[in-house]
């Protein structure tokens, strides 16, 4: 099932997302609607608070870039209760958009690796590096779950640029391909 986007001006996207007990209730079905939400709506990345849920559930599907990026078919990924442990001391500038913020795309300096401990679907916990494009994914992502967002990271300048788009988005004022939750 694809669920409505929440966009940007919803105060879910604004909490701090909680982690989850083992027996969440139909934990493999939300996974399966966000894994299908993400597809649809052709992104890389969707946290819970996306669809409405502060909780820690991050999915990532690598597979749709495949075609340019081999190593990556067949990505797809569930990160739960997941929170970064470190990251390295270097920042990389890197053009992100958002399924929260349609329509917009800015320069995001982040460090270029992270080391991030989360469980897997079976509640295995796991404890990696991740550095390239999988970083940057899982960094823009986890951000989502202490209800941050890229446009966050923004200079002065480039913030005041920006401010009419994200106050009309508040108001309803933008368009997407895919399903989502107005905000009024
Ligand atoms: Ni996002």
């Known amino acids: 099932m694809i669920l409505p986007m929440y966009?940007?001006?919803?105060?879910?996207?604004?909490?701090?997302?909680?982690?989850?007990?083992?027996?969440?209730?139909?934990?493999?079905?939300?996974?399966?609607?966000?894994?299908?939400?993400?597809?649809n709506a052709e992104g890389v990345g969707l946290a819970a608070p996306q669809v409405g849920l502060p909780i820690r559930v991050v999915v990532i599907d690598l597979d749709c870039i495949s075609e340019d990026q081999p190593e990556f078919k067949g990505y797809l990924r569930a990160f739960i209760n997941g929170h970064i442990i470190e990251t390295s001391d270097d920042l990389v500038p890197y053009e992100e958009g958002c399924l929260s913020i349609p329509g917009l795309h800015e320069t995001v300096k982040r460090p270029s690796r992270v080391r991030i401990q989360w469980v897997d679907e079976n509640f295995e916990?796991?404890?990696e590096w991740f550095d390239g494009f999988e970083a940057?994914?899982?960094?823009?992502?986890?951000d989502h779950l202490e209800?941050?967002?890229?446009v966050d990271y923004l200079s002065p300048l480039?913030?005041?640029?920006?401010?009419k788009?994200?106050?009309?988005?508040?108001?309803?004022?933008?368009?997407?391909t895919y399903k989502a939750k107005p905000n009024r």
């Open 7 to 39: 966009i940007f001006g919803q105060s879910v996207l604004r909490k701090h997302a909680e982690d989850i007990p083992a027996d969440y209730p139909e934990l493999k079905t939300l996974l399966d609607n966000m894994f299908e939400t993400l597809r």
């Open 125 to 127: 916990p796991h404890d």
């Open 136 to 142: 940057r994914v899982i960094q823009h992502e986890f």
């Open 147 to 150: 209800g941050k967002m890229f």
């Open 158 to 163: 480039r913030k005041q640029l920006v401010k």
């Open 165 to 176: 788009k994200l106050v009309g988005m508040t108001k309803g004022q933008f368009s997407c």
